[in-house]
């Protein structure tokens, strides 16, 4: 079975640094996807990154990039100039490239301060 | 607005009772999912259609809940003899052809058993 896992409970920055926030994956597929989704406060989730397993090449969104190290499954996500709108829970979540099933880590909560 | 929309936002019924809700994706998805959110965890995967034909089940999706997706459009889930366990957040995602580990989430329901 896969698991997620986010060892970060919650974040704290000031606005326009750099953060970083972890995830690890266990499994024992070759072919996976591995996301990043935000759900700020009352509000819906929102995807903000996508990573295809078999890509090398670390996934790029504006500010938002991933350092994917398929070997140590480990799957992090770097948000750059942080800005106030980016106070969040931040989900990261995988799928298996044969079902469309998402499987969530626990989340982290990011505060992003004035 | 042309999103994955959901009705109702908030549902507060008493324990033993049965409530419905209901999903409406992005037009053009034809694979819809649904998943429960607890307060402070990540969602879990409770039941996926490709058009009308519901594809996979999870195991926390019990007898007392059904889900249909009769034209292939819009899907309902029911909860029969509710549960304050039941007491969840609800969320509904959709995703297309052109890119399928792509889902796009709802605003989700809000059910409170008392």
């Known amino acids: 079975a896969q698991t997620v896992t986010q060892s970060q409970p919650e974040m704290s920055v000031q606005e326009a640094e750099t953060v970083t926030l972890s995830c690890t994956y266990d499994?024992?597929?070759?072919?996976?996807?591995l996301f990043w989704y935000k759900q700020p406060p009352s509000r819906q989730m929102i995807l903000v990154i996508r990573?295809?397993?078999?890509k090398q090449q670390n996934a790029t969104e504006n500010r938002f990039s991933v350092n994917f190290q398929k070997a140590a499954k480990s799957f992090s996500l770097k948000i750059s100039d942080s800005q106030l709108g980016d106070t969040a829970m931040y989900f990261c979540?995988?799928?298996?490239?044969?079902?469309?099933?998402?499987?969530w880590g626990a989340g982290t909560k990011l505060i992003i301060k004035p | 607005d042309t999103g994955v929309s959901q009705d109702p936002r908030h549902k507060i019924t008493k324990r033993g009772q049965n409530v419905t809700f209901r999903c409406d994706p992005i037009?053009?998805?034809?694979?819809l999912y649904w998943y429960r959110q607890t307060l402070g965890q990540g969602p879990e995967f409770l039941t996926y259609?490709?058009?009308?034909?519901?594809?996979?089940k999870s195991r926390l999706l019990s007898d007392r809940f059904s889900a249909e997706r009769p034209k292939g459009s819009f899907s309902t889930l029911e909860i029969q003899r509710t549960e304050q366990g039941d007491s969840a957040m609800y969320l509904c995602?959709?995703?297309?052809?052109?890119?399928?580990?792509?889902?796009?989430f709802g605003p989700g329901t809000r059910l409170t058993v008392t």
């Open positions: 995602a959709s995703s297309g052809d052109r890119e399928r580990s792509e889902q796009y």
């Open positions: 037009s053009e998805h034809n694979r």
């Open positions: 259609f490709q058009n009308e034909a519901q594809l996979e």
């Open positions: 499994t024992s597929e070759s072919n996976y996807y």
């Open positions: 990573q295809e397993a078999y």
């Open positions: 979540a995988f799928m298996k490239d044969s079902n469309y099933q998402l499987i």
